[in-house]
C-alpha cells in the first residue's frame, strides 16, 4: 500500500549531526501521521518523533531540543535533523507511517531501517 525507504544514516563523530530523510511511495494519500522510531542493539524500539500531515509533532522527552522532525506533504517526505549527537543515539533508524484506507481501515508501514553509529 505505501512504501518507506529511509536514507542518511551513517557514521559520525560525537557532538556531529545527520539528517535522516525518509521518502514515501504507492497510496501516500492515505498517511496520516509519520514518525521516526529506533532500536539499539538489546533494546526495544522506542519512539523518537512523530509528525501530523499538519505538521502537529511529538517528541521523545530525552530527545527534545537536539533532534527535529520535520515534513514535505508534497514530497510525501519525512526528514529528522539530529544534533549534537552520542554514542547512545547509536541503533537502527526505522521511518513509520500510520494508513487510514476508506472502508479498509487503519494500517502501519515501515522502512526497512537505516544504521546511525555515533563514536566518541
Known amino acids: 500500500q505505501v512504501q518507506l525507504v529511509e536514507s542518511g544514516g551513517g557514521l559520525v563523530q560525537t557532538g556531529g549531526s545527520l539528517r535522516l530523510s525518509c521518502a514515501a511511495s504507492?497510496?501516500?494519500?492515505?498517511?496520516?501521521?509519520m514518525g521516526w522510531y529506533r532500536q539499539a542493539p538489546g533494546k526495544q524500539r522506542e519512539l523518537v518523533a512523530t509528525v501530523t500531515n499538519g505538521g502537529m509533532t511529538n517528541y521523545a522527552d530525552s530527545l527534545k531540543g537536539r533532534f527535529t522532525i520535520s515534513r514535505d506533504n508534497a514530497k510525501n517526505t519525512v526528514y529528522l535533523q539530529m544534533n549534537n549527537l552520542k554514542p547512545e543515539d547509536t541503533a537502527v533508524y526505522y521511518c513509520?507511517?500510520?494508513?487510514?484506507?476508506?472502508?479498509?481501515?487503519?494500517?502501519?508501514?515501515w522502512g526497512q531501517g537505516t544504521q546511525v553509529t555515533v563514536f566518541s
Open positions: 504507492g497510496r501516500t494519500g492515505s498517511i496520516n501521521a
Open positions: 513509520k507511517a500510520d494508513i487510514s484506507i476508506k472502508f479498509r481501515g487503519n494500517f502501519t508501514s
